[in-house]
């Protein structure tokens, strides 16, 4: 399983600007890695998602906010989060898939059920 390690997470006011990292490994070129989104009482929400290829693809609420990129030099997948509303607030984790087969599409990038490994997250919270 790809070694998975979230940082970035804290406590910013509407409007702020964070980035998210998310501590893989060499390998992870060869893997799909998403961000998700979780709060109490929610379904676990997929916000953005890297192929292998270099698709990438956001959830609707996200799009020019948010941008998922790689730096393999550093084996590291970020998430630059921008103009952060209170609804943003939640745990952040970033997960992992080893990509086999056709090209996952958007849907597939950000859908949780496709994803196997989970990093523990990190904590997002968005005050008004």
């Known amino acids: 399983a790809l070694p998975l390690a979230e940082s970035g997470g804290a406590s910013v006011q509407a409007g702020g600007s964070l980035t998210l990292s998310c501590a893989t490994s060499p390998d992870s070129r060869y893997y799909y890695i998403g961000w998700f989104r979780q709060t109490p009482g929610k379904v676990r929400e997929g916000v953005a998602g890297?192929?292998?290829?270099?698709?990438?693809a956001y959830a609707e609420s996200v799009k020019g906010r948010f941008t998922i990129s790689r730096d393999n030099a550093k084996e590291t997948v970020f998430l630059q989060v921008s103009d952060l509303r209170p609804e943003d607030t939640g745990l952040y984790r970033c997960?992992?898939?080893?990509?086999?087969?056709?090209?996952?599409?958007?849907?597939?990038?950000?859908?949780?059920?496709?994803?196997?490994?989970w990093g523990q997250g990190t904590q997002v919270t968005v005050s008004p």
């Open positions: 997960a992992s898939r080893l990509s086999v087969g056709s090209p996952w599409d958007t849907k597939e990038l950000l859908d949780p059920n496709n994803y196997v490994s």
């Open positions: 890297s192929s292998p290829d270099g698709s990438v």
